[in-house]
């Protein structure tokens, strides 16, 4: 398997984790507030753009980007949210909420270091290498 077919995968499983991870949010939020309504409508329009770059734009820099940015938020969501001291036990499905988070860092770090490849690969390529 090839590192751009690994970033595709992994691009996609991010996209995947982190609806489950808006959805939990949904759950969990204050009934009133935009994360429990018109938020989501918001969050729909994100998830579909960063589900173009690994399904309709894989071939090009834009999708790259796109690939990028999945993997930028799947990383960035366990230190948001490991960061401000939440209590976990207060809440129904914790496990599968902290799971969701950690799943989200690995893939998303595992995604950033594919995507670094994949430039290398791609710059060497062309002969923009060394």
Known sequence: ???????????LLSVLLLSFHLAQDAIHAK??????????????????????????????????IIMLLVALFA????????????TWSKHDAALFFVWCLIALGVNGMFSVILWVSEVRRLRNERGFGT
């Open 1 to 11: 398997m090839t590192h751009k077919n690994m970033l595709v995968g992994t691009s």
């Open 31 to 64: 009934p009133g507030t935009v994360e429990a309504g018109a938020g989501n409508l918001t969050a729909i329009l994100i998830l579909v753009v960063l589900l173009s770059g690994p399904t309709l734009l894989a071939e090009r820099r834009s999708g790259r």
């Open 75 to 86: 990383a960035g969501m366990p230190a948001l949210h490991f960061t401000l001291g939440h």
